[in-house]
């Protein structure tokens, strides 16, 4: 028996001054796929960014690479969060900045951002080829990097990592945002890569996993805990058995019986047609799925909801009753809307505190620029304590980690109760606990009459008030139904 | 035409400078009901133009592009700015008679060309909105008596205006009315809901002059913001190549300091940005900007005295007509420079480095922002605007610098910026250079407090505190950032 490749001692190791892991011994032996999962904050992804050296640490790691092997003998790290820069090497993006038009040209194409990876890390362009066509995303080449949906990016920085198949290749949340075939294809591609040599640390919640992942652990207090396929601890979700706070037991007042309603709506980027005659009408108190797989429209859709695409201005739909660009602003449009999204998440201010990020639900900003006043302070307050958010309530969100973040950013989306609820893929770095009870809360705000349009990739985990579907293929509608039994 | 500011009488001179008011927020109560229904064309679609128009949309109000016709047919920029975000556009003739209001903003040198021809198709009692006076004050150009004439000023680069209005907050705005064009008594209402339209009204608005704004404008960017960065960085870098220090770090610590050092700046005054240093260095950084200030203070008032008599603009207006010959001479000369040829070193410099090691740079900026300020004060700006103008400003153009060094400053900025940048930075230079001779890597290069015990007598760091603390430009400061809460970072490190 060789060395192990990975043997980590007595690691220590801070998370913004609180400590996290505690004298964690780990032995990665040769040939061996890991999966590391949990509830977040427990510390799994500082551990993993402390094996690929990217942040300090006491105790010790020793990493053996296989000296025989051709793979690069390095251990890579694969954010949960995506990243890239402009041509000016800046990465000031800002919220809903990819469909403005002008700023399109600043970013890189997907083409150049690979060529350029390929040349720095030595690799063949026609290997990258193949992974693009499994994940879907060929046709995506020419875009810039600036025009692609979150899941899209997610993808890109796994094409990179399957493409540079290192030794050691841990991916932190790599199922985030990927549609159900794209995480089948996913896993097939790491299974192919783990028998060419290259092992996996893998941090999830997801159940679905390659099928060559077969080591399981934890993180309890600080220690790794290796468990068995299916033991697996949940996090105590604090609103279990917790009253809804009573100021979103209100019924909302609809504006107008049409909440939305769209007559050949089309969205087309130079000769790229990305939204194709689209006709949808959302009645008040209707509850919506709304699907089709990575890149088929969603994001663009809501964006012309939200008031978000200058291409709205150009199209025939109603937004409340009211022709969209007829004197409304986009603030009053916002108002009647509670809306998530994984942009809305990527763009959010990180220096905002938790409180401020809540309240800010009541200004649809992305931070909190006025005095709210008490009632929206109190009101805030109580949903932190229903969300088990209250320790929280004064740190900064970049002091928390992503899974935290998301909960804050929940909180901020029902706190005005409003009349429309756009939850896209609200429950990404959640676990499925969590995602579970935040549904029943979904289902309870909308008894009160709530319209809601929903989007999830994962269909064990939906809401059971979702009563009918769109389905979004190439820019199209493919289906518009009815669900007669709960999905 | 002949210079406005000149024709005044002192007391309208004086009346017309000190224009100042910081408004409050139920000042802006009434949105933007004062341009609702009404048509809005903006002539010109560069950054600024197609930015606050993207945010104008979204407020509720009606756009339109008016584009001239080479413009149109030969589908510029302006004109795929425009028509991509799925603006109306049009020619002068085909929109400008319908405009409620006609929003010029195309570059100075352009203003009078412009304006003489879109006046023709205004309609009466319509409304003329600039973003800088210059064309008004410097140039006086005579607009028809029925237009109302005022400015709204975002003071910052077009991305940043549409970047903080999407996340629901704005930049500090400028707003005038020209006190020759105010036919209705509707200048001011309508500046403030255009204002209104863009954001501007969350992140703190002052009310100022076409005087006002132009005699402090030009004085900030050719002392401070353009002219003392562009002379402090060749000077800098220079020096430490000169010594030895490697060329890729020296060009690294200057081209991302400017903006690290001024992002302390900009959430806390110098007061901040001096408290980032050690005792002992702030002591010497203060020390040193002393002496800097009494060596360039008559290089700055030179510049508010020619701005103020109208010689500045005399000058540029005459190698406007000369085809740009100083300024495209200039432009050339600075891309040869050492600093600009020198690419950044691939090497780490952490974010304390950036102040321990320039402590020469943290001086140039405590004495520029200090002498600029002071300076246009004791011309009659008042503090506010001489604030905006001064400290407000110079994050901004650091993150240019930062960016792609003097060059992508001086692309950036406005040519009038750029001219009067380049006449500082000629003069500057010498007359720093005795000083340069007694400059050592201790206050540039490398780290100040390396081989000292770190302490410092009692009285002489409060004495300093004092000094730094107690300046007009800190508590003026202090009252406006309250209005700017929540600034974001903008880093390009």
Redesign the interface.
């Known amino acids: 028996m060789s060395e192990p490749v990975v043997h980590i001692t007595s690691l220590t190791l801070k998370y913004q001054h609180t400590p996290v892991l505690q004298d964690l011994n780990w032995v990665i032996n040769r040939n061996e796929n890991w999966l590391l999962r949990g509830s977040s904050g427990t510390g799994k992804t500082s551990l993993a960014k402390a094996i690929a050296g990217l942040v300090k640490f006491q105790g010790s790691i020793d990493i053996h690479f296989g000296p025989e092997s051709k793979l690069p003998a390095v251990a890579h790290f694969v954010a949960g969060w995506y990243q890239f820069k402009d041509l000016?090497?800046?990465s000031?993006f800002?919220?809903?900045?990819r469909y403005?038009?002008?700023?399109t040209e600043t970013t890189a194409t997907v083409q150049a951002e690979l060529e350029n990876y390929g040349e720095k890390h030595q690799l063949q362009f026609n290997e990258v080829e193949e992974l693009l066509a499994a994940l879907g995303f060929s046709d995506l080449i020419g875009s810039t990097l600036i025009q692609l949906s979150s899941g899209e990016h997610k993808k890109l920085q796994l094409v990179k990592a399957l493409w540079f198949k290192p030794q050691l290749l841990i991916l932190d949340q790599p199922y985030n945002g990927l549609d159900k075939l794209s995480r089948k294809n996913l896993n097939s591609l790491l299974e192919e890569i783990t028998e060419d040599g290259t092992q996996l640390i893998i941090i999830s919640n997801e159940v679905e996993l390659p099928s060559t992942i077969h080591r399981f652990a934890e993180i309890r207090e600080g220690q790794l805990i290796e468990t068995s396929a299916d033991e697996y601890t949940a996090e105590v979700y604090e609103t279990a058995g917790k009253a809804v706070p009573a100021f979103l037991n209100e019924a909302p007042v609809s504006s107008s019986e049409s909440i939305i309603r769209m007559i050949d709506v089309n969205i087309s980027y130079g000769e790229k047609q990305v939204l194709k005659n689209i006709n949808w009408e959302v009645k008040a108190g209707e509850k919506w799925l709304l699907q089709g797989h990575n890149g088929s429209g969603k994001s663009t859709l809501l964006s012309l909801i939200t008031?978000?695409h200058?291409?709205a201005?150009?199209n025939n739909f109603y937004l409340f009753g009211h022709k969209r660009g007829s004197?409304?602003?986009?603030?009053?449009i916002k108002q009647r809307m509670g809306l998530i999204s994984p942009e809305l998440h990527w763009?959010f201010?990180p220096?905002?505190t938790v409180r401020q990020s809540v309240i800010?639900g009541f200004?649809?900003?992305?931070?909190?620029?006025?005095d709210p006043g008490y009632t929206k302070k109190a009101q805030a307050d109580e949903l932190i304590s229903y969300f088990g958010l209250t320790e929280y309530r004064d740190m900064l969100m970049n002091q928390l980690p992503v899974g935290k973040q998301r909960l804050v950013l929940l909180a901020r989306t029902i706190i005005k109760n409003p009349e429309l609820l756009i939850l896209d893929e609200p429950c990404q770095g959640l676990d499925q606990q969590q995602t579970q009870h935040f549904n029943r809360l979904v289902d309870e705000l909308c008894k009160n009459g709530t319209t809601l349009i929903y989007v999830g990739h994962f269909e064990s985990q939906l809401p059971d008030c979702i009563e009918k579907r769109i389905l979004l293929e190439n820019g199209e509608v493919k289906t518009v139904e009815t669900i007669l039994e709960s999905i | 035409m002949s210079n406005y500011f000149n024709t005044l009488p002192l007391r309208e001179k004086l009346n017309q400078l000190g224009v100042c008011d910081f408004m409050d927020s139920s000042e802006f109560l009434d949105g933007v009901n004062a341009l609702k229904g009404k048509k809005l064309v903006i002539v010109g679609c560069g950054a600024q133009g197609l930015n606050q128009g993207l945010n104008l949309r979204d407020s509720g109000l009606n756009i339109a592009y008016a584009l001239r016709k080479e413009a149109i047919e030969g589908k510029r920029d302006s004109w795929k700015n425009a028509t991509e975000n799925n603006f109306t556009v049009g020619t002068y003739e085909e929109l400008i008679p319908e405009a409620d209001l006609v929003i010029n903003l195309t570059p100075d040198k352009q203003h009078t060309a412009v304006v003489n021809s879109v006046m023709p198709f205004m309609k009466q009692g319509s409304t003329l909105l600039y973003s800088h006076g210059f064309n008004i004050v410097e140039e006086g150009l005579p607009v028809r008596k029925d237009i109302t004439v005022i400015m709204v000023a975002p003071k910052s680069p077009g991305s940043e205006v549409r970047a903080e209005y999407v996340r629901g907050f704005g930049v500090p705005t400028l707003i005038a009315v020209h006190p020759e064009n105010d036919p209705e008594g509707k200048g001011l209402v309508q500046a403030k809901a255009y204002c209104v339209g863009t954001g501007g009204h969350r992140a703190g608005v002052l009310k100022s002059s076409f005087v006002a704004e132009v005699k402090s404008d030009l004085m900030g960017e050719q002392t401070i913001l353009c002219g003392l960065l562009q002379t402090g960085s060749i000077l800098s870098f220079d020096k430490m190549v000169e010594k030895g220090i490697d060329a890729g770090y020296a060009s690294k610590l200057v081209q991302y300091g400017v903006e690290v050092i001024t992002e302390a700046l900009k959430h806390g005054g110098i007061t901040a940005m001096m408290d980032r240093l050690s005792n002992v260095a702030k002591i010497k950084a203060f020390e040193v900007s002393e002496e800097l200030k009494t060596i360039m203070r008559p290089l700055f008032q030179k510049h508010q005295d020619d701005i103020m008599s109208g010689e500045f603009s005399r000058i540029m207006m005459e190698d406007w007509a000369a085809g740009d010959k100083n300024l495209l001479a200039w432009r050339a000369a600075t891309g040869e420079t050492a600093f600009e040829k020198t690419p950044a070193g691939n090497v780490q410099i952490g974010e304390q480095e950036y102040f321990d090691h320039a402590l020469l740079m943290v001086a140039f900026i405590r004495a520029g922002v200090e002498l600029a300020f002071e300076t246009m004060v004791e011309a009659g700006i008042k503090p506010e605007s001489a604030y905006y103008e001064s400290l407000h400003e110079t994050p901004l153009i650091a993150n240019t610098i930062a960016r792609k060094k003097l060059f992508e400053m001086n692309r950036v900025i406005s040519d009038t910026a750029e001219y009067g940048c380049y006449l500082f930075d000629h003069a500057c230079k010498p007359l720093l250079a005795d000083f340069m001779t007694k400059v050592d890597t201790d206050l540039i290069g490398k780290n100040f407090n390396e081989g000292k015990d770190g302490s410092v007598d009692n009285r002489t760091l409060i004495s300093v505190n004092e000094v730094i603390r107690s300046h007009e430009v800190e508590t003026i400061g202090a009252e406006l950032r309250k209005a700017m809460t929540a600034m974001k970072s903008i880093k390009t490190v």
């Open positions: 000016e090497g800046q000031n800002y919220y809903q900045q403005n038009k002008q700023a008031g978000d200058p291409q201005y150009a004197g409304e602003s986009i603030w009053e763009y201010d220096t905002a800010s200004f649809d900003s992305s931070g909190l620029f006025c």
